[in-house]
């Protein structure tokens, strides 16, 4: 797969604070997700990306060109920002129209497709009235419809979910997904990294300014070896079962549960997870040890974020 | 150049409507209302009869329009061009589409300086139809000397779309336009301009009095011939440095705007 | 969710709650400590006022020295003549008191810039801010929020007036012969205190109103700024025209004909009498404390 982005040594500097530092990377194509703590460099990162600021060192390119006054560029990258900011008194249907005209689109087709990306934003019925009369979720739809409106090969949102109720973070997670789908190269940075892992398996963890993982989640997992794999089982005889797996070398630790209720309950942690399972096979075809409920307890991707911010 | 055509065009269609709905419009509106309302006052209780004194019509065009009315009005206007932008953070959208980035900036400048120039030029002639008392046999201003009328709304013209340029530029190059234009207007222009010397022709004062006097000298006064010792451009001269002016701002404007970089905040 | 405490930062709160009458007083100190942080524009803008005020001073020593050396001395004619030029040209040069008054009009002008720098965002950037919210959910009332962002004012425009004529009266007192200023001229001093307390509430009512009024701090800067130009040409334009008393529409007239009233060096025939300025200066207080009253009123009822 193509990089989208390409950036080395990429270092950007607010006086004494610092944003990003020495980022040396390349994006692939396809759905990504940005994740970091409040502070990680995320939105520094995406405003690099669009071009907004210039980078205080190092260099970074988006398919192929650096972005900053790129004009040519803008034709094909789309961009929704994370700060609350419209033109209040023009409508929404202004506002993404005007941007459109200024996208180079004919008056016609500026109307046409301002219409056409509200209605996937389920916008139409407000279309018409002012933003400054907008809830926060109308206001980020008109933010999003921008971005999408002229059809960019390369999608930029930085907190595309914020401010939509349930509905609404579906409605753009779905959006989001059929973009991807449909080829469109997606990047978007989130707090919610339930949904991030909902949408894609294609994770950039960001911290301090620095890239702290980036790939497949699966992947990233399997990397950290400093931290053993948690499996939870429940088992009828969950105490034969603790005896007998913590014989096996791949085992870590083996915990029953605490209290009474969470006697059939084992949290247990192995080095080598593949190994563990054909064990654990092997143990449950040869003796009835009842086994309910089976579940990896740290393979998702809040469990990775906590593992490397910590 | 096409495309910095196109957008500017774009722009100031999209913006010129939206600038009466803005608080600033109206707040403009209000400060070229005052030297009218001022002059309607002063016409039905003031104790000259007839045609007013030109030195009356002086003091409320030159001295009340032109030195202090037109730069605020342009500087309550003007000053917003990019700044507004930059502060309501929208700037991040022009500056993500593929258009030239002096585009915005000029755009944005000519859909203030088309309502600055016409909210003046209504002032102005207002001003001085409200001077002349009705039933005067002055109704067609034959009061005023040949050519004055036209060189007053010219000047208050000129004066509007040259300080709006400068304005507008300072928006570009500053972090704190508003700041910068009061500076300006109130202490390089108010000190500068009126030190008797060639200092004078540094500022924009200067070619709006040349523009405005060159012609009519007698109605300066004792008291101005003294302190305005510089020989006054000629008005083909005074209107060509004005471009001048009005040109380098905006070049200057759209070249540090281009190569300048905005952090906004979150 | 997992558990945690971290008592090792929380402190239970082993005080006592009692009603304090200075509720406004940490509004201002914050807002003080603020403030003084902009260094370059407390040396930009006090730096010329210390200037000013040292040369003042030293002008006043030298007048003072200059009579005393040439008092007391049997002198030839020569010495005569020339200790006649001395003294009248030590006369001529300056009149202390007149000096105070004229450096007195020249401090309101600066006092009046200084103000509206430090304190015309004080309600305009809260309201910007959101950060009256924080404020009316504390037990203050909006006089105590009035107060706490008048003395802020004040302080600043105090510093611009009152301390550098106070300075110039002490030097004046102590470079006298025998305290002779002191001794003659003392209710100067009261004079000096009671211009600068006129002085500070009128410039603080001024900007305050326009913070009130402005939706962000250059529109404040703006208003103070446009007022007090405009109201010259146009308390010019209606004086020349109409009738004089509409010089006193002017704020710096005003602050010219109070300033000679106080000092009672006021002319007969000064283009701008007492009356009118006072009554200008009031009517301006009353509509401004109105229209700030009005305004923070509905601060907390629109966010």
């Known amino acids: 797969m193509t990089s989208v982005i390409q950036c080395h040594e990429l270092g950007r500097y607010y006086g004494q604070v610092v944003g990003l530092n020495e980022l040396t990377t390349e994006l692939p194509g396809g759905v ?144 989001l997904r059929a973009l991807g789908q449909g080829g469109t190269h997606v990047l978007f940075s989130s707090h919610i990294l339930y949904e991030v892992e909902h949408l894609t398996a294609e994770i950039v963890l960001i911290h301090r300014g620095r ?79 009842g086994i309910t409920a089976l579940r990896s307890a740290d393979a998702s991707l809040e469990a990775v974020f906590d593992y490397l911010i910590a | 150049m096409k495309d910095l055509t196109r957008a500017a065009w774009i722009l100031f269609q999209a913006h010129l409507w939206r600038i009466f709905r803005t608080r600033r419009a109206w707040i403009a509106i209000a400060l070229a209302g005052m030297p009218v309302a001022l002059a309607a006052v002063v016409r039905v209780v003031s104790h000259f009869e007839g045609p007013p004194p030109l030195e009356v019509l002086i003091t409320f065009t030159w001295f009340f329009l032109v030195q202090t009315i037109v730069p605020l009005v342009a500087l309550v206007m003007a000053s917003a061009v990019i700044a507004e932008e930059i502060e309501d953070r929208t700037i991040t959208y022009l500056f993500t589409r593929p258009i030239p980035r002096p585009a915005i900036l000029l755009g944005r400048w000519l859909a203030v300086a088309l309502p600055i120039a016409l909210v003046l030029c209504a002032a102005a002639e207002l001003v001085v139809r409200l001077l002349e008392k009705p039933g005067d046999a002055g109704r067609e201003l034959a009061w005023m000397p040949e ?27 500053f972090k704190r336009p508003m700041l910068i234009g009061l500076g300006y207007t109130f202490v390089y222009e108010g000190f500068l301009g009126n030190l008797p010397g060639a200092n004078q022709k540094a500022t924009v004062v200067y070619y709006l009095r040349s523009y405005l ?54 | 969710m997992k558990a945690e405490t971290h008592l090792e930062v929380y402190r239970r709160f082993q005080g006592e709650l009692r009603d304090d009458p200075l509720r406004f007083w940490p509004l201002t100190a914050t807002g003080l400590r603020t403030a003084l942080k ?16 040292v040369i003042l001073c030293f002008v006043v020593y030298i007048k003072f020295t200059a009579m005393d050396a040439l008092q007391g001395k049997k002198l030839d004619f020569e010495e005569q003549l020339v200790r006649g030029m001395v003294l009248a040209q030590a006369e001529q040069m300056l009149s202390v008191v007149n000096i105070i008054l004229q450096f007195s009009k020249g401090m309101g002008s600066f006092a ?36 706490g962002k008048f003395l802020i004012a004040s302080f600043f425009a105090l510093c611009a007036m009152l301390v550098p004529l106070l300075a110039v009266c002490i030097v004046a007192s102590v470079t006298s012969p025998e305290w002779s200023f002191l001794k003659q001229e003392w209710d100067v001093f009261l004079r000096v205190i009671a211009f600068s307390l006129l002085w500070t509430i009128v410039t603080c009512s001024l900007v305050l109103l326009a913070s009130s009024l402005a939706s962000r701090r250059s529109f404040a800067l703006l208003g103070v700024f446009g ?33 000679q009233h106080v000092f009672g060096k006021l002319a007969p025939d000064a283009k701008l009498a007492a009356g009118p300025a006072w009554t200008a200066v009031t009517a301006f207080l009353l509509f401004s404390w109105t229209v700030i009253g009005l305004r923070l009123r509905r601060l907390e009822v629109v966010a």
Not at chain 1, 80 to 94: I, T, V
Not at chain 1, 140 to 165: C, N
Not at chain 1, 238 to 254: H, P, Q, T, W, Y
Not at chain 3, 118 to 127: N, P, R
Request: hydrophobic fraction near 50%; glycine fraction near 8%; charged fraction near 20%.
């Open chain 2, 213 to 266: 006097f060159s012609e009519h000298r007698s109605l300066m006064g004792d008291v101005e011939e003294a302190i305005f010792s510089v020989p006054l451009a000629e008005p083909s001269s005074a209107v060509r440095s004005l471009a001048l002016i009005l040109l380098g701002a905006l070049v200057l404007g759209a070249w540090r705007f281009t190569k300048r970089e905005y952090v906004l905040s979150a």
């Open chain 3, 227 to 259: 007022f007090v130009m405009l109201s010259v040409p146009v308390a010019g334009l209606l004086g020349d025209f109409v009738d004089h008393d509409f010089y006193a529409l002017a704020l710096l007239a005003d602050l010219d004909a109070l300033a």
């Open chain 3, 112 to 147: 009046l810039l200084a103000v509206t720098w430090f304190a015309s965002g004080l309600f305009c950037e809260d309201k910007k801010a959101g950060a009256h919210q924080l404020y009316f959910a504390r037990p203050i009332t909006r006089l105590d929020y009035f107060l």
């Open chain 1, 211 to 289: 890239l702290l993982a980036k790939g497949a989640l699966p992947e990233v997992r399997a990397l950290l070896s400093m931290h053993p794999r948690r499996v939870e089982l429940g088992a009828r005889r969950a105490r034969d079962l603790a005896r007998a797996l913590i014989g096996c070398e791949e085992v870590v630790s083996v915990r029953v549960g605490a209290t009474a209720e969470a006697e059939d309950r084992l949290s247990i942690e192995t080095r080598a997870v593949g190994p563990f399972f054909q064990r654990l096979n092997a143990l449950a075809a040869g003796e009835r040890f």
């Open chain 2, 147 to 173: 050519g004055l009328h036209g060189s007053i709304l010219l000047t208050v013209l000129m004066g509007g779309v040259v300080y709006s340029a400068l304005f507008a530029a300072a928006g570009a190059l």
């Open chain 1, 32 to 175: 990504v997700g940005l994740v970091g703590p409040n502070g990680a460099g995320k939105s520094t990162l995406l405003r690099l990306i669009v071009g907004e600021i210039r980078p205080s060192r190092g260099w970074i390119k988006v398919l192929g060109e650096e972005p900053f006054g790129n004009r040519e560029l803008y034709r094909r990258i789309g961009f929704c920002p994370q700060q609350d900011a419209l033109y209040e008194d023009m409508s929404g249907y202004e506002i993404v129209r005007l941007l459109l005209r200024l996208g180079g689109f004919s008056p016609q087709e500026s109307r046409t497709r301002a219409e056409q990306a509200l209605e996937r934003l389920t916008m139409t019925a407000r279309m018409h009235d002012r933003v400054a009369t907008y809830s926060k979720g109308m206001r980020q739809r008109i933010r999003i419809a921008q971005s999408i409106a002229h059809d960019p090969a390369f999608l930029v949102l930085d907190e595309p979910m914020s401010g939509l109720d349930p509905l609404g973070r579906r409605e753009v997670l779905e959006l």
């Open chain 3, 38 to 53: 902009q260094r370059r524009a407390l040396l930009v803008l006090y730096l010329p006022a210390l200037i000013v005020t």
